[in-house]
């Protein structure tokens, strides 16, 4: 089983920026692919970005260009820097990872973050 240790979630100003840390209790190359996803009350989790193991990575259309993923292969780490952030982007954070071969998937505990003035 795979533990995701999620951080860096928090209150914020619209326009302001926020960076949630996700560390698997493996290595990070051990998973087919690692992302972030978010839920509000009433709402499906929605795929925010992933990044594969090899390096393909995706967003959802509504945070192109202000959100950033990223891997730190020495910090064994999964960043989702958030930039120009909105109060739509109000939600619980979850860190996902999934197996190698996409059968198992792994879910953090959740991070809260709000946009609000």
């Known amino acids: 089983q795979v533990q995701l240790v999620e951080s860096g979630g928090g209150m914020v100003q619209p326009g302001g920026s926020l960076r949630l840390s996700c560390v698997p209790s493996?290595?990070?190359?051990?998973?087919?692919?690692m992302g972030w996803y978010r839920q509000t009350p009433g709402n499906e989790r929605e795929m925010v970005a992933g990044?594969?193991?090899?390096?393909?990575?995706n967003y959802v259309d509504s945070v192109k260009g202000r959100f950033t993923i990223s891997r730190d292969n020495a910090e064994n780490t999964v960043y989702l820097q958030m930039n120009n952030l909105k109060p739509e982007d109000t939600a619980v954070y979850y860190c996902?990872?999934?197996?190698?071969?996409?059968?198992?998937?792994?879910w953090g505990q959740g991070t809260q973050v709000t946009v609000s003035s």
């Open positions: 990044i594969s193991r090899g390096g393909t990575i």
């Open positions: 996902n990872a999934r197996s190698l071969d996409y059968t198992e998937t792994y």
């Open positions: 493996g290595s990070i190359f051990s998973m087919g692919s």
